[in-house]
C-alpha cells in the first residue's frame, strides 16, 4: 500500500461526496470540513431549501452544533422551558419545569424553524468563514446508486463521480439505501397528523383559547382516549401545531385540508382547546409510517447518516438530532491524516459507535406512539437529550 505525504507531513485530504443537502447532508459536511477534507454535496432538488415548520434541538443536539461553531441568535429560536400537558376539556393534568437543563445536560433546549436552521448549517457549511475549506453545493443532482468498493456516484444522467468516502443524507427514500442495504418497505404507524404554523400574535389577542405562554412552554393536549392529541409551542414570531391522530393503518396521502375537516376530527375536545385549533391555517395532513431498521449502516466506502440510516417519527422530537450526533461521530473519526485505505475500517467503528443509541431513540419514538399507555416519558427524555462527550470532544 502506498501513502501519499505532502508538505506537513500529513496525507492529502479525502474526497468526500456526501448525497443530500437536507440537515443531516450539511452537518456531515460542517464536520468533514471543519477536518480539512475535501466535501461535494449532491442535492436532488433545485434550490437545496429544508422542508417543514419546526422542530426540536435538545441538548444532545446542540452540544454538537456548539462544537461546529453554530451562532444561535441565527436560529432565532426560543429555549424550552417547561413541558405542560392537558386533558381533552383543556385541564391542566401535569406541569414538568425543565430545571438547570444546560447545567445538567450541557447545552439549552431549544425550539426553532427548520428553515432557520438549515440556513445557519448551510453557513457553516457552504461559507467562505470558519475552519476548514467551503464545502461545494451541486443541485438538481439526483444520485441513483454507489459503488461501495471505489467510491463511484452514480448521477440520474448517468454523470459519476468518484471519492474516499461517501455520505449518503437523502432520507428515508433514499435510492441508495433502497439499492445497497436492502431496506424492507414502510409500513403505515397507525398515526397521521394535521400540522401547520399559526403567528404567535394570534393568541395574544384571546383570552378563551389555551394559553401560550412567551416562556418556552411545550404545551400537549391528550384525547380521553389516548388515540388523539394536540401538540403546540412557540418558535420565534411563530406557533408549531401538530395534531396526532388514528388513522386505522389506512392512512391517506399528504394533502392540503380545511378547518373544518380538523375541527370534526378532534370535536370531543373542550371548547378552549376548540378555540385554540380554530387558529389553525394552511393545514397539511401527513400520513406517519415506520420503517423496519437496518441490520448494518456501511458498506465499503459508504456510510448512511441521518434518516438513510435510522428513520424514526417524530414523537420525541429527535430525528434531526440523530442526524447532527452522526456528523459529531464522524467528525471525531476522520481527521485530517485519515487514509483512504482506512475509510472501510473507520466507518465500521461509526457503524458501532452510532447504532445502538440511534436505534434505542428510534425505538422509543414508536412507542411513544402508545402515550396514554404506560410508557416511560421521562427516561426516553433522560437517554435521549444525554450525549457522551466522546462524540466530538
Not at 51 to 70: D, I, M, Q, T, W
Not at 172 to 181: G, I, L, P
Not at 246 to 268: M, Q
Request: glycine letters at 8%; hydrophobic letters at 40%.
Amino acid at each position: 500500500m502506498t501513502i501519499t505525504i505532502v508538505k506537513g507531513g500529513f496525507p492529502p485530504p479525502l474526497r468526500v461526496i456526501i448525497v443530500g443537502a437536507g440537515i443531516g447532508g450539511l452537518a456531515a459536511a460542517i464536520a468533514l470540513r471543519r477536518q480539512g477534507h475535501s466535501v461535494v454535496i449532491y442535492e436532488k432538488s433545485k434550490f437545496a431549501q429544508e422542508l417543514g415548520a419546526s422542530l426540536h434541538l435538545a441538548p444532545n443536539a446542540v452540544r454538537v452544533l456548539e462544537a461546529f461553531g453554530y451562532d444561535q441568535d441565527n436560529l432565532n429560536g426560543i429555549h424550552c422551558s417547561n413541558y405542560t400537558s392537558y386533558n381533552q376539556n383543556g385541564d391542566i393534568t401535569k406541569k414538568h419545569v425543565h430545571e438547570r437543563v444546560k447545567e445538567k445536560y450541557g447545552s439549552p433546549y431549544i425550539m426553532c424553524g427548520r428553515i432557520p436552521l438549515h440556513n445557519e448549517l448551510k453557513r457553516l457549511a457552504l461559507g467562505e468563514g470558519g475552519q476548514g475549506r467551503p464545502a461545494k453545493l451541486v443541485t438538481s443532482a439526483r444520485i441513483v446508486d454507489v459503488e461501495p468498493e471505489t467510491g463511484t456516484v452514480t448521477q440520474q444522467d448517468g454523470t459519476r463521480h468518484h471519492a474516499d468516502l461517501v455520505i449518503v443524507a437523502d432520507g428515508t427514500h433514499s435510492n441508495v439505501r433502497k439499492a445497497r442495504f436492502n431496506s424492507a418497505d414502510q409500513v403505515p404507524a397507525g398515526q397521521s397528523l394535521f400540522r401547520c404554523v399559526v403567528p404567535a400574535k394570534e393568541f395574544d389577542i384571546d383570552s378563551e383559547a389555551l394559553p401560550l405562554h412567551d416562556d418556552g412552554s411545550f404545551h400537549m393536549v391528550l384525547s380521553a382516549n389516548g388515540q388523539k392529541r394536540l401538540i403546540f409551542y412557540r418558535f420565534g414570531d411563530n406557533v408549531n401545531f401538530s395534531c396526532v391522530y388514528n388513522d386505522g393503518g389506512r392512512p391517506e396521502p399528504a394533502r392540503d385540508v380545511t378547518l373544518d375537516e380538523l375541527l370534526e376530527k378532534f370535536s370531543e375536545f373542550g371548547p378552549s382547546v376548540m378555540r385554540t385549533l380554530r387558529k389553525a391555517r394552511g393545514i397539511l395532513n401527513w400520513p406517519l409510517y415506520v420503517s423496519p431498521p437496518l441490520k448494518s449502516w456501511v458498506q465499503g466506502r459508504i456510510a448512511l447518516l441521518g434518516d438513510s440510516a435510522h428513520p424514526m417519527l417524530p414523537h420525541v422530537g429527535q430525528g434531526a438530532a440523530m442526524a447532527i450526533e452522526d456528523a459529531g461521530a464522524l467528525f471525531s473519526m476522520l481527521p485530517l491524516a485519515t487514509t483512504p485505505a482506512q475509510i472501510p475500517m473507520t466507518l465500521q467503528l461509526y457503524e458501532q459507535v452510532r447504532h445502538a443509541r440511534a436505534s434505542k431513540v428510534a425505538k422509543f419514538s414508536n412507542e411513544s406512539r402508545q402515550l396514554a399507555y404506560g410508557f416511560d416519558q421521562g427516561k426516553s427524555f433522560s437517554y435521549c437529550v444525554s450525549l457522551s462527550s466522546v462524540y466530538y470532544d
